[in-house]
């Protein structure tokens, strides 16, 4: 049995992204003590980050806050205090998560956060986002703006879904134009979505690192390192430079052959949030066999790049439409993340599939029995299921996850071992 | 026919696994398609129009073992969802030539694209219907999502959809909904007359024929049931709300009546009284079925409209209904409805009516607690 081998990644970029989680946070204390910058809650998945951009305005994302308290043990008393209003437990514990640190006034920083101008629901896919808002909206009296985006049941948006979409954002415009007070900025829009789409392919571009032999990073675990600041400035200048370091750095690492271990043992493709009240814990778990994520779905719940798509500055709201129709994993539909999937395990070389079941989300979640279904029996790939949650430290169930874990890559080893031998 | 009769064949066919009196239709209808929808609401009129029988589906019931489905699905995931697919891993939907899913929650939409896979030779397509009642452009939108299904339906198999065929079905449709009205006043006036139990099973027999035949069937049986004697029972008067998806046994429903309850509204089978007027018959039909979900729809867990919020329109039914107070049951794992319930609980709170909650499966077979719960609750407001 390998020994246990804790591991961090510890490159500068991840003491950079701290510095701008920071002063994200600090932003939005500002905001709470003065009124200014203007602010949104929005969603992570598909939104439309580029129009706030263009109004100054800073965006709220609970799901960050909700996942930074759940990394930090500190989830467990808002999502009891929010069940105590009468929350089910079968509530995405993200919503609860977040419901309780309002009625708790608990922030992940212990700053202040602002009540925001807007609450901004980009529906993608998820229906817990449209309760989630409504009832932050209610809690907190902010106005409300749905902007509801149509499915995506066939490969591509079809002609009416865009137009709708587009109308909504020019409805979004005025609003905002009304809470803000500012005349809409179209050169600063253009711009926002210019760096959207540079920042974009400078993490295709270290997405697509990892195809390499050992990858320079871990796809899932350090993925998620990066998402932050990817949500975040992602319409920004400072964004743009910061994943310019990224690549840079993966780059200095392919270059002299670093891999995230010593030796890569095992490549995979990891399907499903994390289970971030025990982040920790479950890296290590894979940390043990040397098994490094090579692609995961979770890290394009902000968008889906690596493919190919971007925003378009000569065509600012029909990208940004379309970015919230189709490139994003959310509001992509089963088959496709199958697809996905596919292209992953064949284009990234992987040994297998680990899917993370999370009770709280069952846009990721249900149906996965019938992913491994397909996956190991369509495409003949090994694939491990367990399940715990993604904010809820009540469903980590710590020794049988390892059990699982463990019981998985010593099969996968010995069926490499016998491979080469034949 | 007799009522007593009716309520019992009724009871019988909804149970049946087989879908024999759709069998039975595609029999006499050589090369007619079935198109089966998943709850909550579907544009069935668009179905008619096509020439097409539309079929509400509502899960397994209590009379199916799940084999196979619990595997594709996990833990945490609600019962209809599994059993659905049940049914067609073991030749259940094998009479159904296409099936509807629309954007009610996560795991309906996951199932849509589970079913594609597994079932390829079956038509089945996912419906949008719009979140965002207050832009201007989701009426547009959704009228052409059903230009879409229209297309589809005419690709598999259906004749062509007329402004016509297109307008008799819109008022047959419309008929029908006043009279589940009428049956829903009926009983909110006199619920000795007419008991929940039957005007659930009066009701979700329409999901299982044609429309024309349903309305036949509920003239019919509003005929009788003027005559029926009732004598009244001490019971209180309880409005039911959470159940609008995967529908509770019927021995639940009987057992909430028994226990001292006169359900005086609720939202059972909630799809086929969608609108709280009538669609208007105008000259473009695809616009006016779009527009009415948009403007005219009942409120629903299911459907998000903050210019009205459903809290509201709960505190209104129970006002309309003089209704004592709230039963929520809710379908386990069901998160919209376990969502919902905060802020209808707050609503509820802040007017002063007191509730219950129930959770229930399609499948359950032992009622002891429940049966105690809800005696419990009602000598509390008796005796209060």
Redesign the interface.
Known sequence: MPEVKQTEYRGSIHQRQKELMLKWYERLNEAAETGTPPTASLMISGNCVELLEAFGAVPIYPEVNALQLAIRHQSLEPILAAEE????P???AY?KADIGCYLKGITPTGGKLPKPDLVLCN?V????Y??WF??T??LTGSK?????V??L?EDEP?Q??I??VV??LK?LVTLLENITGKKFDYDRFTEAVRCSAEVEELWSQIKHLARRSPSPFDAYFDAITLMGPLYVYRATQEGVEFFRAALEEMWAKVASGQGVYDQEKFRLVIEGPPPYPYFRTFRDMFAKWKACAVASTYSTVGGLWEFGARHDPDHPFESVALHMLSQNVTNR???QR?EQIKRYIEEWNADGLIIH?V?S???F??????MR??VTKTLGVPTL?I?SDLEDPRYFAEAQTRNRIDAFFETLEHSKLTAKAV | MELERTFDQWQERLADLGFASVQAWKAQHPGARVIGYFPVYAPAEIIHAAGMLPVGLSGGGDRLDIQHADARFGSFICSIIKTTLEMGLRDHLKVFDGILFSSICDSARNLCFVMKRNFPDLYTDFLHLPHNPSSTASVDFLASEYRRLIQELERIGGRAVTETSLQNAIALYNHNRQLIRSLYALRAQKPHVLRAWESYVLVRAGNLMPVEEHNALLEESLEQLAQRPGKPRDSIRVVVEGAFCEQPPLDLIKLVEDAGCYLVDDDFVIGRSWFTDDVPVDADPVHALAESYVNRAVYSSVRHDFRAPRWEGLAEKVKQSRADAVLFLIAKFCEPAYFDYVLFKKKLEEIGVPHLLLEFEEKQFTFDRVRTEVETFVESLVFD
């Open positions: 209003i009468g929350y089910a079968d509530n995405c919503v529906f896919g998820c229906n817990t449209v309760k409504e009832h909206a209610v409300l703006y749905v902007l509801d149509p499915f049941c079809t009416a879904a137009d709708y109308r909504q409805e539909n089963y088959l199958y079941f009770k989300c069952r846009l979640s249900a149906g996965q029995g019938d279904d397909y299921y399940e």
